[in-house]
C-alpha cells in the first residue's frame, strides 16, 4: 500500500496492510478485518434479547469500522437449531425480522453476512439430525440420519436461508462447515457410515458442502458474498487429513465461493482453541498451507486480538483478512481506534471465555469480563452526568472493581480520585497475570492505566485511606477486595513452610520441590500451573506485535498438533509421565480440596477442562476428600475416611478460600454516609472479576441516582424470567 494511498484513507502508518481495501464479490470491504461470527444469545428475541437489542450491538460494531461483520449464526431449518426456540431463517417472515439489523449496520458504514449454521448432532434438542445415527459426545440425543432425499431437501434449505437472507439486506452469507457441525458431519468417517451417494469415498463424502454452494450462488446471483467456513484442522481422531481439506476448498472455490474462512477444531476436541493459553495467532500457519492452492481470499482466525499481530499476519502472507470475534466484545471501536494510532486505548480481549462462552452453554446472555457493555448496549448506557449532578466520589482500591467504577465515573463527569495503599493498580490481576497462559491479563492493567489518564481521575498509590479521610467526599465506594482465609483448626507444629498463594505469586517465597497445595479451586489450580511450568513466569507477552513462532511451536508440541495434518490433525500421545532426559527436574505437587469428589469442578464451562489436563501433564497428584489436621517436620499430614496419613512435603501453599476485606466499609455507613461496596468487598469466594468488573461499571453508570442503591438486584447474566422458559423447553419440546 502506497503512503499515497495510507493518507488517502486515513490509516495509521503502523497498519498499512491492515487498512487496505479489499474487493470481495460486489463489495470493497475498507480494510482487512472481519468481525467473526460468535452466538450471543442476541439472535434469540423474545428469548434472550429484542431486535433493537441485537441491532444496537451490531451497529456499535459497524460504527466502530469494522470491515466486515458476520453475524451469529441462523438455522435454515427447524432441524438445524441449536435449541428449542432457536432462530431459523426458512420464511419471509422470519427475513423481514432482520432488516432491521441490516439497516443498523449500513446506516453506520458497515457490511454485514449473516452465517448459516446447521447444528446437525450437536444440537440440543430431541430431533436432531445427522450423516449417521452417532450421538455427540457433546450431544444430548442420538441424530436421525438423513434419508438421500432429506439431503437434497436440506440443500434447498441453506439455498432458501441465503436468498431470504439477501431479501434481508445482508450482504453475503457465511456457510458454516466446521467446528464439527452438520457439514463437518457428512465429511469425515468419523461421523459418517453411509454408503449411498453421500457416505463412503471422500468425493462422496465432500458432494454436501459443493452441492450447498452451487445451490445458494443460484439461488442469490454473482452479487452477493458467499463465505464458506471450511474446518481445516478438525483436532479429532478421524478427520479430514490435509490432501482433503484442499480437494474440499478447490471444488468450494470452483462452486463460487467468495471467500474461505479458516476454521479451527471440532467442539469436542480436547485440544485448546480459542482460550487465552493458546499463543496469539497461533493456528494462522494452518491459513498460510491453503494459500498456494486457491486465489480467493483466506481469511485466518484464532486468537489475533490486536492490531499488531492482525498486522504482521498479513505481512507475513499468512492471510488476506483477520477474523476477530470475541476482540469486538472486548472493544467494539478496536478497528477505529488502530486506523487513529491509539492501540494503548484497546480493551484487549483476554481469551477467558467467562463471560462469552462461559454463558452461552449455561444459556445466559453472553457479555465480556472486561466489557460489560458488550450485548447489553441499550441497557448499559454511560451517559454524561449533569453538571449539577456531578459528585466527589472516592473510590477505595484499585482492583479490577475500582478501576471500572473510578474511570466510568469520571468518564461520565465525576470528580473522582482512586486510592490504594498498593504501589500499582490492578489489584488480583497483578497476581493472575503470572501465571502461565494467562499473560493476557496484563492488557487489562494497560487499558485501565491509559483510561485513567484519559478521564482524569486523580491517582494515589501508595495510601491507606483511613475514615477520616474522606471526609469531603459525596460517595465512598470500597473496592477493596479480599484478604486470603486462614484455616485456624490447621496445626503447624513443624518447620514444613506454610505460605499463602500471594506469597507465591508475588515471589515472596520460593516453594520447596515438594508442595502440597491446599484448596482446589480457580486459584488451587492456578498455583499448581505455575509451581509445575518449566521456563519463564512473569505476566510478559513476548513479541505482542507478532506471532511468536517459537511459542506457537512449543504450543503445537505441548498439545500433540499435527502440522502435516494426518487425519484430524492429532499425533500420538506421549504417556503422561513421560519426561525429556534433558528437561529440567519437576516439582512434586500436591492438589487438595475437602469435598469428594472430582477436582476443578467449579472452574469455567468451556475451559475448566483445560486447566486439569494441564495439572495432569505436569504429574500433579490429585487428593478429594481429605481433612486437613497439622504441618509437621516431615509434611501435611490429612486423615481420609478416619485414616491419616502424612504426604510430604517442603511447602504448604494455602488456596483455601478469602474473606472479604473493608474496614472502612462499616463506620461509613454507620456514619450515614453515601457508601458502596462492590467486587470481593461485597462478596468473597473465589476471585471473581467479571463480577467485579460489572459491579464497578453498573454503580458508576448511575451512582449519583438513587437507584444506585439497588444496582446489583440484576447483574449482568443473570437469569431472567424469558432465560427459565428456556431452560424448562431445553428439557423437551417439538421444532416449530
Not at 24 to 51: C, D, Q, W, Y
Not at 151 to 168: H, P, S, W
Not at 469 to 482: E, P
Not at 516 to 542: M, N, Q, S
Request: charged content about 25%.
Amino acid at each position: 500500500m502506497s503512503t499515497a494511498t495510507v493518507e488517502a484513507t486515513g490509516a495509521h502508518p503502523q497498519f498499512p496492510k491492515m487498512f487496505e481495501p479489499l474487493q470481495v464479490a460486489h463489495v470493497t470491504l475498507r480494510n482487512r478485518i472481519l468481525m467473526g461470527s460468535m452466538h450471543t444469545g442476541l439472535e434469540e428475541p423474545g428469548m434472550f434479547s429484542t431486535l433493537d437489542e441485537m441491532a444496537a450491538f451490531y451497529g456499535e460494531r459497524a460504527r466502530g469500522e469494522c470491515g466486515l461483520i458476520v453475524s451469529g449464526g441462523i438455522s435454515p431449518n427447524a432441524a438445524g437449531v441449536g435449541f428449542v426456540g432457536a432462530s431459523k431463517m426458512s420464511t419471509k417472515n422470519e427475513s423481514a425480522h432482520h432488516k432491521v439489523i441490516t439497516d443498523a449496520v449500513h446506516d453506520n458504514g458497515g457490511l454485514i453476512a449473516m452465517q448459516i449454521l446447521h447444528t446437525g448432532r450437536y444440537g440440543y434438542h430431541w430431533w436432531t439430525v445427522s450423516a449417521s445415527a452417532i450421538k455427540a459426545p457433546i450431544g444430548w440425543s442420538i441424530p436421525k440420519a438423513l434419508t438421500s432425499k432429506e439431503v437434497y431437501t436440506t440443500i434447498d434449505d441453506f439455498a432458501k436461508c441465503a436468498l431470504l437472507a439477501k431479501e434481508a439486506g445482508y450482504d453475503g452469507v457465511e456457510v458454516m462447515g466446521s467446528e464439527g457441525y452438520f457439514i463437518n458431519q457428512f465429511l469425515v468417517q468419523r461421523t459418517n457410515h453411509r454408503t449411498d451417494e453421500w457416505g463412503g469415498s471422500y468425493t462422496n463424502r465432500m458432494r454436501l458442502p459443493v452441492e450447498i454452494v452451487k445451490a445458494a450462488r443460484a439461488a442469490v446471483g454473482p452479487d452477493f458474498v458467499i463465505i464458506f467456513r471450511l474446518s481445516m484442522l478438525d483436532l479429532v481422531e478421524g478427520g479430514s487429513s490435509w490432501e482433503e481439506v484442499v480437494e474440499l476448498a478447490t471444488e468450494l472455490e470452483a462452486a463460487g465461493v467468495s471467500v474461505l474462512n479458516t476454521g479451527i477444531g471440532w467442539h469436542e476436541a480436547r485440544v485448546p482453541t480459542i482460550a487465552t493459553s493458546v499463543p496469539r495467532g497461533g493456528f494462522t500457519w494452518v491459513t498460510k498451507k491453503m494459500k498456494e492452492h486457491v486465489s480467493i481470499p483466506l481469511c485466518t482466525t484464532n486468537r489475533v486480538n490486536m492490531p499488531g499481530t492482525a498486522e504482521d499476519v498479513l505481512q507475513s502472507g499468512s492471510a488476506d483478512l483477520i477474523s476477530m470475534a470475541r476482540p469486538f466484545l472486548a472493544d467494539p471501536d478496536l478497528v477505529k481506534k488502530a486506523r487513529e494510532g491509539r492501540v494503548d486505548e484497546i480493551n484487549t480481549c483476554i481469551g477467558c471465555n467467562q463471560a462469552c462462552l462461559d454463558h452461552i452453554f449455561v444459556a445466559k446472555r453472553a457479555s465480556c469480563l472486561v466489557n460489560p457493555r458488550a450485548c447489553y448496549e441499550t441497557t448499559l448506557q454511560i451517559s454524561p452526568v449533569a453538571t449539577e449532578h456531578a459528585e466527589k466520589i472516592a473510590v477505595v482500591g484499585a482492583g479490577p472493581a475500582g478501576l471500572s467504577a473510578a474511570t466510568t465515573a469520571a468518564e461520565r463527569g465525576h470528580h473522582v480520585t482512586l486510592f490504594d495503599k498498593a504501589g500499582e493498580i490492578g489489584g488480583q490481576f497483578n497476581m493472575a497475570k503470572v501465571i502461565p497462559g494467562k499473560e493476557e491479563f496484563q492488557e487489562t492493567i494497560r487499558y485501565f492505566g491509559k483510561r485513567l489518564e484519559l478521564t482524569g481521575v486523580d491517582v494515589r498509590l501508595n495510601t491507606e485511606v483511613r475514615v477520616s479521610d474522606l471526609g469531603d467526599f459525596d460517595s465512598v465506594v470500597v473496592a477493596t477486595g479480599v484478604v486470603p482465609r486462614i484455616l485456624k483448626n490447621l496445626q503447624t507444629t513443624g518447620s514444613t513452610q506454610v505460605v499463602s498463594y500471594i506469597d507465591i505469586l508475588k515471589g515472596k517465597v520460593k516453594a520447596g520441590n515438594r508442595v502440597c497445595i491446599v484448596g482446589a479451586g480457580g486459584i488451587g489450580f492456578d498455583v499448581a500451573e505455575y509451581l509445575t511450568h518449566v521456563g519463564p513466569v512473569g505476566g510478559k507477552i513476548v513479541n505482542k506485535d507478532a506471532v511468536d513462532h517459537e511459542q506457537v511451536s512449543a504450543f503445537l508440541k505441548d498439545w500433540n498438533i499435527d502440522t502435516d495434518i494426518s487425519a484430524g490433525g492429532l499425533l500420538p500421545k506421549d504417556p503422561v509421565d513421560a519426561v525429556a532426559a534433558d528437561a529440567p527436574a519437576r516439582r512434586h505437587v500436591t492438589l487438595l480440596q475437602r469435598k469428594k469428589g472430582r477436582l476443578g469442578k467449579g472452574l469455567g464451562k468451556t475451559t475448566g477442562w483445560i486447566h486439569r489436563a494441564n495439572i495432569k501433564k505436569h504429574g500433579v497428584a490429585q487428593r478429594s476428600g481429605v481433612k486437613y489436621v497439622e504441618v509437621t517436620d516431615e509434611g501435611l499430614v490429612v486423615e481420609e475416611d478416619g485414616k491419616r496419613e502424612t504426604i510430604p512435603c517442603d511447602t504448604v501453599v494455602l488456596c483455601a478460600g478469602q474473606v472479604r476485606y473493608r474496614d472502612i466499609y462499616e463506620p461509613l455507613k454507620d456514619a450515614k454516609r453515601k457508601v458502596f461496596s462492590i467486587g470481593g468487598a461485597l462478596q468473597a469466594g473465589e476471585l471473581d472479576a467479571k463480577r467485579a468488573i460489572d459491579q464497578g461499571t453498573r454503580l458508576a453508570a448511575l451512582i449519583e441516582n438513587a437507584k444506585a442503591r439497588q444496582v446489583f438486584t440484576q447483574p449482568q447474566g443473570s437469569v431472567t424470567k424469558s432465560m427459565m422458559d428456556f431452560a424448562t423447553r431445553m428439557k423437551g419440546g417439538s421444532p416449530s
